[in-house]
């Protein structure tokens, strides 16, 4: 009995074994399976949001008014400050034009025997001058000194090595409307107008402002609005045949398909989509996503080309409103996100700012945050409004009293609410 009793379980443990010996094989055996079969893909990372392409279809006469506003640098460099506004929606190439645009200019500078050095600042993530000078001054490789220098002497130290070494340098201020509603008035005129606090004569260092909507910076002192908005270059959103352009370049010159994997009919129903003047956002950003997810659903069937049922499902899977929330809220600070949290847990429409409030301190609980005032909290609701995330307005009849209510920008849904939960778990983690 007792012999018996163990070969059964002696012979349970081997079927057991030999079980997940087979789940492992079937395992491998698909991931083999996947890994043999063709892709559409030749070089998938030039449909990156980061990746810069070698040219810039439709936006030649930004490029050239940019040329413009900076060509003094090369032949009197050091007589005068340039700067330039840069303004448009989402996708609609400002930061990718700028960047190429730096690069190039300051190696064409460089061949003529100037010296100029482009950096490129997001504000959004250097929240402070502070933050923003080490930023610049690390991208210079300029090395700060470590004790305690005030922004003001940091602008100094780094002033003092572009002179030291001959260097004119260009700053690309990105997402600048969030530097106008966040720091305070006295640094931005320090940043605009540093050649009346620093006292010097040449002119070293130049900007180009780039923000969403120009209307930001109507809340700027008017002496520095009108020194930086001399000259506002548009960047209007993209037509479906500029769309397809775009796209047809990242297939075609810069190799991102098998070749023959995406036909003109299926980049055109892409570029419709979200061309502007066939409805859409004119979204460039979106389309190159569009036709990124296609390719790999077209992988996910087992199929060589990318057809225009692969896009209509990519399409369906990508909310454009969504989108450009996501990616406005992935440089926020957890207070701003708790704040956002605390308006999608309540529905996200008309709410009452004690309500808000509320809320927001509930979620700062479960956080492990401590809330912030009453006055901080409407300051971060404006700048937030500013950046088009949440909308304000003044309650009327039917409501007791007079308060702010507040809604997101965007209508409320399921998928927006794991959106803001998940970038919310993810920055705690940090």
């Known amino acids: 009995m007792g012999r018996s009793t163990h070969t059964f379980k002696v012979y349970i443990v081997i079927l057991c074994n030999t079980s997940r010996v087979k789940v492992l094989d079937n395992f ?11 892709s559409v893909f030749e070089k998938n990372s030039v449909l990156n949001l980061d990746y810069v392409p070698r040219n810039l279809p439709h936006r030649e006469s930004q490029v050239r008014e940019l040329t413009i506003n900076f060509r003094d640098i090369l032949f009197s460099p050091g007589s005068v400050s340039s700067a330039a506004v840069i303004t448009g929606k989402p996708g609609s190439g400002k930061t990718t034009t700028v960047r190429k645009f730096g690069e190039t200019f300051s190696q064409i500078a460089r061949d003529k025997n100037v010296k100029l050095y482009y950096t490129h600042i997001n504000c959004h993530r250097q929240r402070t001058l502070y933050l923003s000078l080490l ?3 690390r991208q210079l490789n300029f090395r700060v000194p470590n004790r305690g220098l005030s922004a003001q002497e940091t602008f100094r130290y780094i002033y003092d090595n572009l002179e030291k070494r001959n260097i004119q340098l260009i700053v690309a201020l990105d997402e600048f409307d969030y530097f106008v509603s966040s720091v305070p008035p006295e640094d ?5 107008r540093v050649y009346d606090e620093l006292n010097v004569e040449t002119k070293r260092i130049h900007y180009i402002f780039i923000v969403r909507d120009k209307s930001t910076l109507s809340f700027l002192d008017k002496s520095i609005r009108e020194h930086i908005m001399k000259s506002v270059i548009d960047f209007p959103p993209y037509s479906s045949a500029e769309l397809y352009d775009i796209l047809k370049q ?15 009919e299926t980049l055109k129903s892409i570029a419709d989509l979200h061309g502007a003047d066939k409805g859409g956002s004119g979204n460039a950003r979106l389309a190159i996503e569009t036709l990124e997810l296609a390719g790999k659903i077209a992988e996910s069937e087992g199929s060589l080309l990318v057809t225009a049922d692969h896009v209509e499902k990519a399409f369906s899977q990508i909310n454009p409103d969504i989108a450009a929330f996501e990616e406005i809220i992935k440089d926020l600070d957890l207070q701003s996100l708790m704040l956002l949290k605390a308006v999608a ?10 309500v808000v409030e509320e809320q927001y301190k509930l979620v700062a609980k479960k956080m492990g945050e401590t809330p912030r005032s009453h006055t901080q909290v409407y300051d971060y609701i404006r700048r937030m409004k500013l950046l088009g995330l949440l909308t304000t307005k003044q309650s009327g009849k ?12 965007i209508p409320f849904s399921p ?6 939960t998940r970038e919310l778990q993810g920055r705690k983690k940090l």
């Open 28 to 38: 491998r055996q698909i991931v083999e399976n996947v890994i043999q079969v063709a």
């Open 135 to 137: 930023e610049i001054a």
């Open 188 to 192: 931005i005129y320090f940043l605009v």
């Open 250 to 264: 990242r297939v075609v010159e810069e190799k991102a398909f098998r070749e023959g994997a995406v036909g003109d």
């Open 345 to 354: 847990d309540k529905g996200g429409e008309d709410l009452p700012i004690g």
């Open 398 to 409: 039917g409501m007791r009293g007079r308060t702010t209510l507040i809604s997101l920008s």
């Open 415 to 420: 998928q927006l609410e794991d959106l803001i």
